[in-house]
């Protein structure tokens, strides 16, 4: 009924979760009102569930199973122990009381991802950073913040980068606009250092580094920087990630994500190649 793959994270498996139930509920033709009815909640909290937007109590899905003719014990029991997996915290829940509830579901969703590409305009991607340009980065964003504050968040995007190491890490596949690279974020030195080490990190086999130049003028991404996250789960769909100042979007429908990977393709095709990218990178750093 339900092929979880390794690692897959609680984010990923809410979304596998939440998709299963709303495959179940469509099967026997029953509503999303109806179903709420069944387990005394509104229309719109049975969405949340099957997007795995929200929490699962263990309760409201036997009923739910139970209202969709699921009595097969052994499916039942597969069913409830994703549940209980799908409730635990990841390992961000510690900095929680600094993540947005819009970015924490990607946070989640990149370490559940077999496959990240993205697109940067300003910054270098931030799994790709080092603790010195990260904090310079952090700094400017958040005016204000007590040092403590800013060592946490340092942390935690350190943290995050963890996920492209090891056996089971993402491909990770970034296109990085040359005026992000050119803006010396944190100083000279900060950024000969964060160049170094872009070039150092092109020698992981999964990770790959492209750079949309200034020498080819106008392109296909004039609307900003995005990321595409691939799963390892046939039943998980591609999602478009849109940060924006105070919010993100997620984009999942075939249309939007067909849309984004073309726009994509067509940044892969007029950047820089691989070795065109180490060449124009140790250019920078002596232009710096």
Partial sequence: MIQIQPGSGPTALRILLGSQLRRLRENKGITREEAGQTIRCSES??????LGRVGFKGRDVSDLMSLYGVEDEETRTVVMDLVERANEPGWWHRFNDLLPTWFQAYV???EAAQRIRTYEVQFVPGLLQTKEYARAVIMAGAVGAAPEEIARRVDLRLERQRVLDGDASPRFWAV??????????????????????????????????QVMPFSYGGHAA???AFSILRF??????????????????????REEVDRYSEVMERL???????????????QIMTDL
């Fill in 222 to 224: 004039e609307g900003g």
């Fill in 108 to 110: 989640g969703l990149e």
């Fill in 176 to 209: 990085i606009d040359e005026a992000a690279l050119r803006r010396p974020i944190g100083g000279v030195e900060v950024m000969r250092g964060q160049i170094q080490h872009l070039i150092d990190l092109m020698n992981q086999p999964n990770i790959t580094i």
């Fill in 268 to 282: 892969c095709a007029v950047s820089t190649t691989p070795a065109e990218t180490v060449d124009l990178l140790r």
């Fill in 45 to 50: 909290k049975i969405s949340r569930m099957e």
């Fill in 232 to 253: 390892g789960d046939p039943e998980l769909p591609d999602i478009v990630y849109v940060e924006q100042l105070a919010s993100a979007l997620y984009l999942d429908k």
